[in-house]
């Protein structure tokens, strides 16, 4: 019943690594100088970038500001509508040579007034948030015994019991992809036997005591029944509770409410290449994020390392041959809408894009990129890369797989896709609570992470060889 | 101004420890078999005690039952009753041969509702909690713009910028003792200066989004205006604001009061001893906690730890010479009232009190002991505890230094005290916040801790020689 405890400890001390990348780059630099003209796939570039970003403030910058002056950005929201103008603000400002919007039809959903509580045998208040997307209680609130499972198995085995109860999913973490499905679907597979409200243990490896949220989903043919998220601690006590025969009863209120559709915007900056304008490489991160805290790791961070590594390229003279396009989607968190548009809007231009790269997996330090291409093009891309395996030395890694949400549409449609990896042991302790904060950004990683970016911006961008030139689009 | 980013690993796999446990005391077990009768102070009643506690189930049974049907537990509360209640009627079913209650005079405060926002530039709900002891805000909330310092030297140097303004402080952790200052006396020292309010960073060294409640007091020449805490999350946004000239108000509304004083209860179990029953070995924890959640570690743990380690002994006929005293301490966290209670209660009976023992450090691994006594009996008891050494190879140690809070009185009187010590990386995390949950308690070492305890009272109680025999107390 218990779960492992924690072993909390400290990274390296802080800006530890950016050091080191300032005296490795330091280096480099040195080196590329000596061997200069050597080859004309020379490293210098891709050592000027790392030397660059281990001096660069402006990302980190970036996303303070974003974090302290947007703040929450639900699509749909007065947050994400400040946060638009921010992103068109900051484009311009980083010396893109165009920047517009392009509407995205989102969901337009309220989290309102939200509170639950065990009413007894022993009453306390549930650390809760609402799911995205739930219904709300009405006014009145539900109440209702709580029935705990462990999993959908369990639910199967005890729908019997369902009918009008609080049904409480309490899985242990087995991943996130697996995990998250209690999430996701738990509220129509207890609705399906009865259920009159959801409750889910948050899908996170790592709770000190706050909720976290995400989307779900309703199925077409069960009663849609509100869902929110307990944190870990409070859904092993009542599945404690529930195990003891203590039968505890919960109220729920939620005010959250589903008002149709809205519009919202994709931001997007270019900066035109060189020689070969027409060709894209597009760099990216979603702006829109829940609601309960400024969500600097998801994904503020992809946001500010998509325009900070383009800006450090501008910066340093190093405008590429081929146009580098930084896009800003919004709604990923409630499914996507952002990428869907952009495919859309975009369909007539696709074999314009040479790469597609998302980095939503948050800032910390990089481990590589994750290539969703044919393995012609996961070669390239290691190959054009390979100076920046010194950033994480005997981790990096160039592989195949996923590449993100965001781009998702137009890579399945064709377009070469990158996903930005970075070591993940953190990720799912923040993920989509109030613990994704600025505080919890390091500096150092940060950097790197721009080094990484840039560097694969640069590299792709710059190439002599085009990584994918006019290939034709495939079905989505 | 970013907070290094933690690492957070598991520990070794659960019930681990215990597994090595086992076989441990399974092989002493059966060495001391072999060797029985080669000396009179032979290791085997302590390896007989780690045997035991390796299969023991019952105090890990203990805490759960505590904090499911007993729940929050503030002194003066309905939680603290049932608490009492359920004291008591564990002590008898463990086989105490006397169980009783004394009275004890608590403040009595209650939390009532309370919650905080910033209401702009960018506006967002704060995650707090009042301080304990702090007064109310009244209906109307109080309102106000931020004035948010690093420390005290901050706030003096800028102190004609604090009146009717709200003081945040927002200090680094450097540990416990010295970043709880700012909780204990922050809202006085912000009050001398016309704040109309007082919020601190929560004092942990590792958040993720949960804030810490914990005793605050006020000064006798100042105003008594509102202390809360927030989350380390929000402490460094809004300091992040201050900063950047955004000049964040912020809306405070907590309905805390401090009713006067009433009654709660030290609850007290003797077992009596077979040879020496006027003597005695008094073990203990505080079954007072604060009121955000179970409170498994602080000090749910100690109070079980306390019951348990004595039970263990009775259930395998270890009954020692001496009288084991449980005592299940009430009202250490507003500031120690049972503690103080005990003494003047005992007064006459002190140098009756062989030993005393605490434990208030949570249920991690355990390390040793802190002897608050004078040099020969810190050898004695490291001497008589030696074979405990093996439940923390390399780790344990004792030495001299602290006791408990509880104790401290009849320490200060002349009884020499013990405190429990353990691993404390991850206590502060966890500390005065909703993460204290049973969750976060490992069967395996909380078993160590069983054999810890009851070795030690196993020892100090059975010797031949008594510790302190008939020694005048000291002044207080």
Chains 1, 2 share one sequence.
């Not at 400290?10 to 100088?33: E, K």
């Not at 989102?106 to 739930?134: I, K, Y």
Request: charged fraction near 25%.
């Amino acid at each position: 019943m218990t779960t492992p405890s924690l072993e909390l400890r400290r990274s390296l001390p802080r800006n530890g690594r950016l050091a080191a990348l300032i005296v490795l780059t330091t280096l480099l630099a040195g080196c590329g100088q000596r061997i200069e003209g050597e080859s004309a796939v020379s490293p210098g570039p891709l050592d000027r970038v790392m030397a660059a970003a281990a001096a660069d403030t402006y990302t980190y910058a970036l996303l303070s500001e974003l974090c302290d002056t947007v703040g929450e950005r639900l699509a749909g929201s007065e947050g994400m509508k400040r946060a638009v103008a921010w992103s068109r603000a900051a484009m311009i400002e980083a010396g893109c040579d165009s920047v517009w919007t392009e509407p995205v039809t989102v969901p337009h959903w309220t989290r309102g007034r939200e509170w639950a509580r065990c009413l007894g045998p022993v009453a306390f208040d549930l650390e809760m948030c609402g799911l995205g997307l739930s219904v709300g209680t009405g006014p009145e609130g539900i109440e209702g015994e709580v029935l705990a499972v462990r999993d959908f198995e369990e639910l199967e085995a005890r729908a019997d019991e369902a009918a009008g109860r609080i049904v409480l999913f309490d899985p242990p973490w087995e991943g996130y992809g697996k995990t998250v499905q209690y999430r996701v679907n738990g509220a129509s597979r207890a609705a399906a036997h009865g259920a009159v409200a959801c409750l889910i243990r948050s899908v996170t490896d790592h709770s000190l005591g706050a909720p976290h949220t995400g989307v779900m989903r309703y199925a077409e043919d069960v009663p849609r029944i509100p869902a929110a998220a307990l944190t870990v601690e409070d859904a092993a006590r009542l599945s404690s509770m529930c195990r003891r025969g203590m039968r505890p009863r919960v109220k729920l209120s939620m005010e959250a409410e589903l008002h149709g559709e809205t519009t919202c915007y994709n931001v997007i900056g270019d900066i035109r290449g060189t020689e070969l304008p027409e060709e894209i490489v597009l760099v990216s991160g979603h702006l829109d994020s829940w609601d309960l805290g400024p969500n600097a790791h998801d994904d503020g961070a992809g946001c500010a390392l998509a325009l900070g590594s383009a800006a450090l390229l501008l910066k340093h003279d190093m405008r590429p041959r081929r146009t580098i396009r930084i896009v800003h989607f919004t709604s990923e968190e409630f499914g996507g809408h952002g990428g869907r548009a952009y495919l859309e809007a975009h369909r007539h231009e696709l074999d314009h894009h040479v790469l597609a790269i998302e980095s939503d997996s948050g800032a910390f330090a990089p481990r590589g990129f994750s290539v969703q291409a044919d393995s012609t093009v996961v070669a390239a891309i290691a190959d054009l890369t390979a100076p920046l395996a010194r950033l994480a030395p005997d981790r990096w890694q160039v592989e195949p797989g996923g590449s993100g949400v965001d781009i998702g549409p137009i890579v399945r449609a064709g377009v070469p896709g990158v996903g930005h990896r970075v070591e993940h042991e953190l990720y799912f302790s923040y993920h989509h609570s109030r613990a994704d904060s600025f505080d919890k950004i390091d500096r150092g990683d940060l950097a790197l992470n721009v080094a990484a970016i840039a560097g694969l911006v640069l590299a792709v961008a710059d190439d002599p060889v085009t990584l994918r030139p006019h290939a034709a689009p495939g079905g989505e």
